[in-house]
């Protein structure tokens, strides 16, 4: 039972590359998320989605896209790379929005 | 979207001494979650509160949510090393419809032997 993973761990942008993180759970969670985490700032939620096929805006969407194709998966896009996206990402899941989180290990993204 | 402040931002303290991290809302919260965050590592869910005036124990650790249900606290007894780490509290995101958490921006919890 791995719980939530996420890949890469680690990955190096130049400004206006794209990408894609992916975040897994085995869990059978309906509820997943997106957080960045920048010092000082606390998590700041990105995008989420309440079940498969499902997508919505969080705090900080702009610059970022997602997909939900599969229930256990999550994609977070960035299809232009800036420098203000270098952070470290965490991606999250619940049974519903009311039940603790579990976090993935996260991917730490520089852009330069 | 909700606000929340948790202070001390940064907190030092001698090992065995008491360290409490405060979380104030401007809003009445339907519950409120606390997490911790080791160096490198990623928030790890440490409790839920969800009525008024509630108080839950976890061995060394006390959690309080307040009787209006606008602030919180975390009190940790005798620190040891193993505490070290960044305590956050979480509030569920009411900005736009939008589900999720919003997390106070934490405390450092710094401890010297």
């Known amino acids: 039972n791995a719980g939530v993973t996420q890949t890469p761990k680690f990955r190096v942008l130049k400004t206006g590359q794209s990408m894609t993180l992916l975040c897994a759970q085995d869990m059978n969670h309906e509820y997943m998320y997106w957080y960045r985490q920048d010092p000082g700032m606390g998590l700041r939620l990105i995008h989420y989605?309440?079940?498969?096929?499902?997508?919505a805006k969080g705090e900080v969407p702009d610059g970022y896209n997602v997909s939900r194709l599969k229930k256990q998966n999550f994609l977070l896009g960035l299809e232009s790379a800036a420098p203000s996206q270098t952070s470290v990402y965490f991606c999250?899941?619940?049974?519903?929005?009311?039940?603790?989180?579990?976090f993935g290990p996260g991917t730490r993204l520089t852009v330069l | 979207g909700q606000q929340v402040m948790q202070i001390p931002q940064y907190q030092h303290v001698q090992e065995g001494e008491d360290f409490t991290t405060y979380c104030n809302s401007s809003?009445?919260?339907?519950?409120i979650q606390w997490y911790k965050q080791r160096p490198g590592g990623h928030p790890v869910f440490l409790i839920q509160?969800?009525?008024?005036?509630e108080v839950k124990k976890q061995k060394r650790l006390t959690f309080q949510f307040g009787e209006a249900k606008k602030n919180s606290s975390l009190h940790i007894t005798a620190t040891q090393t193993t505490d070290v780490g960044t305590y956050f509290c979480a509030v569920p995101y009411s900005g736009g419809g939008a589900d999720g958490l919003t997390f106070g921006k934490g405390t450092h919890l710094i401890i010297q032997p």
């Open positions: 999250a899941s619940t049974l519903s929005s009311y039940n603790e989180q579990f």
């Open positions: 509160l969800v009525k008024s005036g």
């Open positions: 989605s309440v079940g498969e096929g499902t997508t």
């Open positions: 809003t009445t919260l339907s519950n």
